[in-house]
T-cell receptor, first 118, second 118 residues
């Protein structure tokens, strides 16, 4: 079974600075999908960014980018020019491509609580 | 909420009582999921459905049952609630998300239902 680990329960960053959130995963599959979700105090789960394992290029969405290291099974999220609205719980998630056995489910890490200081 | 509605949003109940949470979608998506969120554990899959009357267990299915009699509704039932089932419950569907991050490979979540079992 796949596992996802976020080793930083809490992180903080100054407004306008850059912060990196770590995520590692364990899998025997060669093709899969990785995601970062954001959960603000409203509790809504918001998809931030996704990465397909077969793509070598790191995904980027505006101020959010990832550092995908397939051999190391690492998938970190970098937030540039941090804003107060970035304060949230961030979850890393893994999805197997095998729909028959996994039902396209997501396996989540424990989460990292990000605080943005003004 | 991208066509997903959870009800009730908040519920307080007593140990031993039955509880049913409802997830309703308007997008006609095949796959639906129930997750629970607890501090230190992230989101964990309870059950999922891959079609009408087609369901399967997730990693924390004990004490829960589900039903899907029509495409748009996925019900989660706690036959006899226990205090360990106090949690926030999220329903998700496969697909949609946002205009920039859309597609069949993403999960879109409802707003969550907070259940307290006294």
């Amino acid at each position: 079974a796949q596992t996802v680990t976020q080793s930083q329960p809490e992180m903080s960053v100054q407004e306008a600075e850059t912060v990196t959130l770590s995520c590692t995963y364990d899998t025997s599959e060669s093709d899969y999908y990785l995601f970062w979700y954001k959960q603000p105090p409203s509790r809504q789960m918001i998809l931030v960014i996704r990465q397909e394992a077969y793509k070598q290029q790191n995904a980027t969405e505006n101020r959010f980018s990832v550092n995908f290291q397939k051999a190391a099974k690492s998938f970190s999220l970098k937030i540039s020019d941090s804003q107060l609205g970035d304060a949230a719980m961030y979850f890393c998630a893994y999805r197997s491509p095998r729909r028959e056995t996994s039902g396209s489910r997501l396996t989540f890490g424990e989460g990292t609580q990000l605080t943005v200081n003004p | 909420d991208a066509g997903i509605t959870q009800s009730p949003r908040h519920k307080v109940t007593e140990t031993g009582t039955p509880v049913t949470l409802r997830c309703h979608q308007t997008e006609n998506h095949r796959y639906m999921y129930w997750y629970r969120q607890d501090p230190g554990h992230g989101l964990r899959l309870i059950h999922y459905s891959y079609g009408v009357k087609d369901t399967d267990k997730g990693e924390v299915s004990d004490g829960y049952s589900v039903s899907r009699s029509k495409t748009e509704d996925f019900l989660l039932t706690l036959e006899s609630a226990t205090s360990s089932q106090t949690s926030v419950y999220f329903c998700a569907i496969r697909g949609i998300s946002s205009e920039n991050l859309s597609g069949a490979n993403v999960l879109t979540f409802g707003a969550g239902s907070r259940l307290t079992v006294l």
